[in-house]
């Protein structure tokens, strides 16, 4: 039993990474019905700003109080990575918005190769490792086993990955709920020609859109370079095809559907790993998605596709 909590806590902790990426994949595709292949090494990209500017801050100025440290590096990295969403939707997506739908998708796999070969090139292929910042944590119960005692620990590293993911998640639902941009983004889903009529700032509203889906990939890049210590110009394709992945599980659109699917992902990854084999993790992960697909198309929480007349 011990061990099944610990395994739980785990997955909830991965999943938390895995939602805030496909939050990220829902937001874009639900305005425009494009898939943004390239979100996932944006990921990787805050991942690589996070660990250079804390190694700048640490190692060059001598900052050592760590709080005010990782507020810096979160700051800096979702700063760097909104310039690179943005810039990636007006020179890159904008200009094919209106041709055939294949035009974006090929242009987002470009651009994602673009961003990992580059990081390869700048950084190298070795991962870049970065020593544990936060340790310690609380013992929830311990148990006996025939092979000795167990404990069930939540780190204090995993407390600040599902608290961020959980502040985060509601703060996004109430700004799409509540404010004139959510309205904005809402109307954009629905009609975009209607919307502009109506005095919606089409542009804009979209450009923000990969604004907000770019800085949660940093916040999650920099929760993954804290949780697991390394990085590499590799992550991103990996991380965001389970981010993908859990965006399609929970309905693609649907910004609790991606939350959930991520936390899904999360635990039937590390539920896995635990019970059989790791080698596998991703073949059950995959196959849950297809099993979920072909008795409910549009998702866990998507809305089904109406035909339009």
């Given at each position: 039993?011990?061990?099944?909590?610990?395994?739980?806590?785990?997955?909830?902790?991965?999943?938390?990474?895995?939602?805030?990426?496909?939050?990220?994949?829902?937001?874009?595709?639900?305005?425009?019905?494009?898939?943004?292949?390239?979100?996932?090494d944006?990921?990787?990209?805050?991942?690589?700003?996070?660990?250079?500017?804390?190694?700048?801050?640490?190692?060059?100025?001598?900052?050592?109080?760590?709080?005010?440290?990782?507020?810096?590096?979160?700051?800096?990295?979702?700063?760097?990575?909104?310039?690179?969403?943005?810039?990636?939707?007006?020179?890159?997506?904008?200009?094919?918005?209106?041709?055939?739908?294949?035009?974006?998708?090929?242009?987002?796999?470009?651009?994602?190769?673009?961003?990992?070969?580059?990081?390869?090139?700048?950084?190298?292929?070795?991962?870049?490792?970065?020593?544990?910042?936060?340790?310690?944590?609380?013992?929830?119960?311990?148990?006996?086993?025939?092979?000795?005692?167990?404990?069930?620990?939540?780190?204090?590293?995993?407390?600040?990955?599902?608290?961020?993911?959980f502040?985060?998640m509601?703060?996004?639902?109430?700004?799409?709920?509540?404010?004139?941009?959510?309205?904005?983004?809402?109307?954009?889903?629905?009609?975009?020609?209607?919307?502009?009529?109506?005095?919606?700032?089409?542009?804009?509203?979209?450009?923000?859109?990969?604004?907000?889906?770019?800085?949660?990939?940093?916040?999650?890049?920099?929760?993954?370079?804290?949780?697991?210590?390394?990085v590499?110009?590799?992550?991103?394709?990996?991380?965001?095809?389970?981010?993908?992945?859990?965006?399609?599980?929970?309905?693609?659109?649907?910004?609790?559907?991606?939350?959930?699917?991520?936390?899904?992902i999360?635990?039937?990854?590390?539920?896995?790993?635990g019970?059989?084999?790791?080698?596998?993790?991703?073949v059950?992960?995959?196959?849950?998605?297809?099993?979920?697909?072909?008795?409910?198309?549009?998702?866990?929480?998507?809305k089904?596709?109406?035909?339009?007349?």
């Amino acid at each position: 039993m011990e061990y099944l909590i610990q395994q739980l806590i785990n997955g909830l902790t991965l999943g938390s990474i895995y939602g805030l990426i496909a939050i990220g994949y829902t937001m874009v595709y639900g305005i425009i019905g494009m898939i943004n292949f390239a979100h996932g090494d944006v990921f990787m990209v805050g991942s690589f700003i996070a660990l250079a500017v804390f190694l700048i801050l640490t190692s060059i100025f001598g900052f050592a109080f760590l709080p005010l440290v990782l507020l810096i590096v979160l700051i800096v990295s979702m700063l760097f990575t909104s310039a690179w969403g943005w810039t990636v939707e007006r020179l890159a997506y904008r200009p094919l918005r209106g041709s055939f739908r294949l035009a974006p998708l090929i242009t987002a796999i470009g651009m994602s190769i673009v961003l990992q070969n580059f990081v390869q090139v700048t950084q190298g292929a070795r991962v870049k490792p970065l020593p544990p910042q936060i340790s310690g944590g609380i013992t929830l119960m311990e148990g006996s086993t025939e092979a000795g005692t167990i404990a069930v620990q939540l780190s204090y590293m995993q407390m600040i990955i599902i608290g961020v993911t959980f502040l985060l998640m509601v703060g996004f639902s109430l700004l799409i709920a509540k404010t004139p941009l959510g309205r904005a983004q809402r109307s954009c889903e629905q009609d975009q020609k209607m919307a502009a009529l109506l005095g919606v700032n089409v542009d804009r509203t979209i450009s923000l859109t990969f604004v907000m889906g770019a800085a949660l990939a940093a916040v999650a890049g920099m929760m993954f370079l804290l949780l697991y210590g390394v990085v590499d110009f590799y992550i991103g394709f990996l991380a965001g095809v389970k981010a993908f992945t859990a965006a399609v599980l929970g309905g693609i659109g649907s910004l609790p559907g991606a939350m959930l699917g991520g936390l899904l992902i999360g635990l039937i990854e590390t539920l896995w790993s635990g019970y059989f084999t790791v080698e596998y993790k991703d073949v059950a992960a995959f196959s849950i998605l297809a099993i979920v697909l072909i008795f409910m198309p549009s998702g866990l929480l998507g809305k089904p596709e109406v035909e339009k007349v």
